[in-house]
């Protein structure tokens, strides 16, 4: 890159230079660490995409913040594990795949492709020599080895369950997987089923994973309130009723053992394994017919609080162990199997769900907790008093007060008679793996007649998935070749497993592949990995708080108990951010409309129909995508990654706006006029000292705003707050030009320093300008490594202060003071009203108020 080129200040050439340095990162192996390079270490790690077409101005939001990122931390020396990956695997692709005629493995290595010379063209580099997708053998061989070891620990296990089953995508879906009583892939609506499926017994490490939560000083708050919430954990108690004319026990789990004496009834779940045997034959019909309806609704629906309750009365009753009354026991859909023991007793007087279906039903209301002490009729109550009050109705217990102490004493009670024990539980289910489709992880067990379930041996891993011409949704069910086997313990004929793994699975501990992404002998280098890791940074976005960062956190805790690694979490800090948002066009009558076909006013240009907007997430399926080609064709891919992290917060949603977009390319082109156009001075000046004290009182404003610039900039990508740190180098180029403009002698030495701060300043951000110009101020390496300037602390207090005056909230004026002057109150209401710009906008009004931030602002309220 020494070669002579012609710089103007006009002449911003973006596209000559951009493509120039499009491969000089990864050529030169400036993100490209060794594993011994654990001095000054820094593990970065972005959530790997999964390979579906090309990757919006949306997508590139993630990617572009991570590059900064790391970009800066190279600059301060650190050496930087950013590692690639995809999560290649799932019903995505296999779905477009399915219409489009060809095989899966060749629609996601096309879009693997696709990726990669996006990511070239933004500029985004990774180490490379890491890169791994989870639909090869030499990675999903892990898998299965995992499986295989948490079978061995019984941590994987196989049982009839009632799951979540998609028709639409012809595959059962963990509960984290249902969103709004739909699949979160496809939308359509979710029923219940039968049938034997795998899990991961994620609920061994329920207590823990709630404990570690707090050892997360670095995460969101509202991630882990979401995780803490997910795991749903409850003390109470376990309460035995006896089921009248069987002998058997209908156990309850219910955080209010103190209100037993009001239990009226009992409610199953249309589920329970016990329905079918209560059920007197009268009632069998009726039972039988709720049953099938309730198993139509998702849970969603089933716990809606505001639908009007349904259920049906088995015919039989229970004893309520405090009193020994009989009660009846019904079903009803808005109590489900998953939670608790899928029972409930029902005590209407202070549960507003039990009492809403008592009063549907007519059935008894007993109060045994009222505010004064004194008993009430139920029939009288028109809610259920689900707050503190005295005990009544309850026998020995009558004058406690409800609460904690109250349900210790009711806890002892049933322990001592035997009737029931303290227990906790969680809201957290074991995780359902099993998927029922061709493009996952195939399950590396054998079922064997006389054997049972038994392990593929660990030296005939993987279980490669047969390549065969793809059958579409039959799955491996319908591949003889594929699961036709011999037993490995006995040698008699055998069937493998035909389920493929949730392909969480493969994203569950993919940050600890990166360390060692190569080896075929061992799922990673343990060292290297506990060297590495916990990552330092991982981002992503919230939608993956429960899914995929709780399966994450319990299969590091699972592979540290199986001694493979020496930490309890996977990321040290966490950062979620938000997603781009864009204006989207629907019609009457043609559904969604591409924006370049709307003008200005809303309508379509060829109709004239007023269409319907609203501002959405970007997809393809209502049209309102930017492609980065456009916006790189035009402005230049510095332009586009100025724009995405100046655009706001980066962990707020935001809307794209294309004038923004305009905007950021024209502060670029300031940035290249006023570097090119004083590269002379900026070489002659390297290298001199400058003494601040020598400065005139323009200089020394630029002088303090250097610094302040530098602390600043540094601050905020420290936080990750790139919309400000560009705030800062825009006001530092304004101040720069206002100086070169001014200035009559300009000081050659203060516009090298602040030129060379600039550059450097702006290359994580805008690398590929940053890289041109920094050849053009006379360096031959790289400005990955000149050093982050750092901060003289006398610069960052300034001499003078400009302290904007603003009359009725709006900004009128602007006050120049003494930095000692700027913090007096005082001062600052007599200079602001001393202003003859400001005393001409007043005049004949009357001052009601003078409001003095000292050192921020001051602001007249006029009449």
């Known amino acids: 890159m020494n070669e002579k080129l012609n710089w103007t200040p006009e002449n911003y050439d973006f596209k000559k230079f951009e493509e120039r340095w499009h491969d ?7 993100f490209k660490v060794e594993n011994q390079d654990t001095d000054k270490k820094f593990y970065y790690l972005n959530m790997f995409p999964y390979p579906s077409g090309e990757m919006h101005v949306g997508h590139g939001r993630n990617w572009l913040i991570g590059d900064a990122y790391c970009r800066y931390l190279i600059m301060h020396g650190y050496n ?16 477009a795949a399915i219409d489009r005629g060809i095989h899966p493995k060749e629609w996601t290595f096309k879009n693997i492709e696709t990726f990669r010379q996006q990511f070239r063209q933004w500029g985004v580099v990774f180490d490379w020599s890491r890169e791994l997708a989870t639909c ?16 061995n620990k019984e941590l994987a296990y196989r049982k009839a369950a009632v799951v979540n089953w998609c028709y639409d995508c012809d595959t059962v879906l963990a509960n984290e997987q249902v969103v709004d009583g739909a699949c979160e892939r496809c939308g359509s609506d979710v029923e219940k089923r039968d049938l034997t499926q795998w899990f991961f017994k994620i609920t061994e490490y329920a207590q823990e994973l709630l404990d570690d939560l707090d050892k997360l000083e670095f995460w969101p708050d509202r991630v882990k309130l979401m995780q803490r919430n997910w795991i749903g954990r409850s003390e109470g108690a376990l309460l035995k009723f006896e089921v009248s004319e069987l002998n058997e026990e209908l156990e309850v789990f219910t955080t209010r053992p103190d209100t037993i004496f009001g239990a009226t009834f009992m409610v199953l779940a249309p589920e329970h394994e016990l329905v079918e045997r209560i059920t007197t034959l009268a009632q069998k019909s009726a039972v039988e017919e709720y049953k099938q309806a309730a198993a139509a609704k998702s849970d969603i629906d089933r716990q809606n609080v505001t639908r009007e309750k349904t259920g049906i009365f088995t015919g039989g009753f229970a004893i309520n162990p405090a009193n020994g009354k009989k009660i009846p026991i019904w079903i009803a859909d808005y109590v489900l199997m998953g939670y608790g023991t899928g029972a409930i007793m029902a005590v209407p007087a202070h549960d507003q769900r039990d009492f809403e279906f008592a009063k549907q039903f007519q059935l008894e209301i007993t109060p045994v907790i009222t505010e004064d002490g004194q008993p009430m009729q139920g029939s009288a109550m028109q809610e259920a008093l689900e707050g503190s009050g005295m005990m009544v109705n309850s026998e020995q217990f009558d004058g406690l007060r409800a609460g904690k102490n109250t349900i210790k004493k009711f806890i002892d009670w049933f322990e001592s008679n035997e009737k029931g024990e303290s227990q906790i539980n969680f809201r957290l289910r074991d995780w359902l793996i099993s998927r029922q489709r061709y493009w996952g992880t195939p399950i590396p ?7 049972g379930i038994v392990p593929v041996p660990e030296e005939e891993l993987p279980v490669v998935l047969p390549d065969v011409e793809f059958l579409g ?3 491996l069910a319908e591949i003889p070749e594929f699961y036709e086997c011999t037993c490995p313990k006995c040698g008699a004929s055998a069937r493998r497993d035909t389920d493929t793994m949730d392909t969480f699975v493969d994203s569950s501990w993919y940050f600890l592949r990166y360390i060692s992404p ?5 799922i990673f280098d343990s060292n290297a990995v506990n060297n590495w890791l916990p990552v330092d940074q991982y981002v992503g976005g919230i939608e993956h708080a429960i899914l995929h960062l709780l399966y994450a956190r319990f299969i590091t805790k699972a592979v540290r108990d199986l001694g493979l690694i020496n930490f309890d979490e996977p990321f040290k800090q966490l950062f979620t951010q938000g997603m781009i948002t864009h204006m989207a066009y629907k019609s009457k009558s043609s559904g969604w409309v591409n924006p370049h076909d709307v003008d200005k006013n809303g309508n379509h240009k060829e109709t004239g129909e007023k269409l319907h907007s609203e501002i959405a997430k970007m997809s393809k399926s209502k049209k309102n995508v930017v492609s980065p080609d456009e916006i790189i064709e035009e402005f230049g891919t510095d332009t586009e990654r100025l ?11 935001i809307e794209w706006n294309s004038e923004g977009v305009r905007g950021a390319y024209r502060f670029l082109r300031r940035i290249w006029s006023v570097v090119i156009l004083h590269r002379e001075m900026v070489i002659t000046g390297r290298g001199k000292k400058l003494d601040p004290a020598s400065l005139d009182k323009d200089a020394k404003a630029v002088w303090n705003k250097l610094h302040q610039t530098i602390d600043s900039v540094s601050h905020d990508f420290k936080r990750f707050h790139f919309n400000t740190a560009v705030s800062a180098l825009m006001e530092f180029t304004n101040s720069v030009n206002d100086y070169i403009a001014k200035a009559s002698v300009k000081n050659e030495v203060l516009l090298s320093q602040s030129m060379e701060v600039l550059v450097k300043l702006i290359s994580p951000i805008c690398p590929f300008i940053g890289e041109e110009l920094w050849r053009a101020i006379g360096f031959e390496n790289s400005v990955l490594q000149g050093e982050w300037p750092i901060a003289d602390p006398a610069g960052l207090v300034a001499d003078e202060v400009e302290i904007p005056v603003q009359i009725n909230g709006k900004l009128r004026e602007a006050l120049f003071l003494a930095a000692d002057d700027s913090k007096d109150r005082k001062i600052l209401e007599e200079q602001a009203l001393a202003l003859d710009g400001v005393k001409k906008r007043i005049e004949g009004k009357n001052v009601v108020r003078v409001i003095a931030v000292p050192g921020r602002l001051v602001n007249l309220v006029v009449k």
């Open 518 to 522: 190569k080896s075929d002998t061992e």
């Open 80 to 95: 930087v594990l950013n590692p690639m990956g995809y999560d290649a695997f799932g019903l995505p692709a296999e779905n």
């Open 473 to 475: 949704k039959k799955g």
């Open 24 to 30: 000089f990162w990864h050529e030169n192996d400036f």
């Open 136 to 151: 090869t053998p030499e990675y999903y061989k892990w898998n299965q080895w995992l499986f295989i070891q948490f079978f």
């Open 643 to 653: 724009y995405t992290l100046f655009m706001g917060p980066p962990e707020r949603e």
């Open 445 to 451: 067990m054998i079922h064997c007649e006389e054997c």
